[in-house]
């Protein structure tokens, strides 16, 4: 069961790495579901003979409750046929018990959770990924995909990844040459006390949280106020095109006593 591994890059310029499920779990996850759906309609099945049984033993001469009985049934069959997926990856956010018990899940193209009107189109174009037979068209769309779509997918704008995204290094253990804060270093020093320190600091296990939990828009809030209170305590704009969390990062540098360097894990 291969998966690759796959770059995005939101409009908030967060870096987000996936692991693409590939064609092979994807189809065990749709293994599961199947199992399920026929236990299910043997479920069905047995309650509409009981049902049917146990009324024409009631009222024998009433004809009418087991053809009633049955075009319940059917409904109840068709829906779920047709919408098994779509119920499922609505109510779990991108998952059904095959994708769940198989840790994957749909998400948007950068990541986000799967929209309502996404997922609807990646399931009415399932009828089409299955064509002629088992979703060959569908699984074979996704082997020559880059990114393993199938069909829906690539209609929709979903992509289907591991639910658990890469780990996402700690900045750190990163420090920022720049001149932003240069000659300025003793004064940062001073005007920052424990508790200020303390929430610089906590910005990282923060950042990490909300990355593995693909809340990537909420990464973006907390650097905007970050920033816009750090430029306040510092006096020190936050330089247009220059990422919020390099700034972040260069001053924690100097708060931690690290030194310079190039970017790379100190």
Known sequence: MQDLSQSYQTS???????????????????AVDMILQFLITAGLIFILAFVILGGACVDSNNSEFPTAALIIFLII????VTSYHLIFELLWKGQ????????IR??????????PLSLVLRNIFRLVDFLPAAYLAGGICAMVNKDKKRLGDL????????????VLPDLRNYTVDTDLFKGKEAELNRGFSDEERGIVEDYF?????LYETNHFHSIKEIENEMVSWLEQKTGVKCPDGFEKRTYII??????????????QPA
């Open 12 to 30: 908030e310029k967060i870096r987000v790495e996936f692991e693409v499920a590939g064609v092979f779990l994807r189809y065990a996850a749709l």
């Open 77 to 80: 069959l068709a829906i779920m």
């Open 96 to 103: 059904t018990p095959g994708k769940k018990l198989l840790h």
């Open 106 to 115: 749909v998400v948007q193209d950068n990541g986000s959770l799967a929209t």
């Open 155 to 166: 209609v929709a704008g979903t992509i289907v990844v591991r639910e658990k995204a890469s």
């Open 205 to 209: 296990p923060a950042r990490i949280f």
């Open 250 to 263: 260069s001053i924690h540098t100097i708060l931690s006593g690290e030194g310079g360097g190039d970017g």
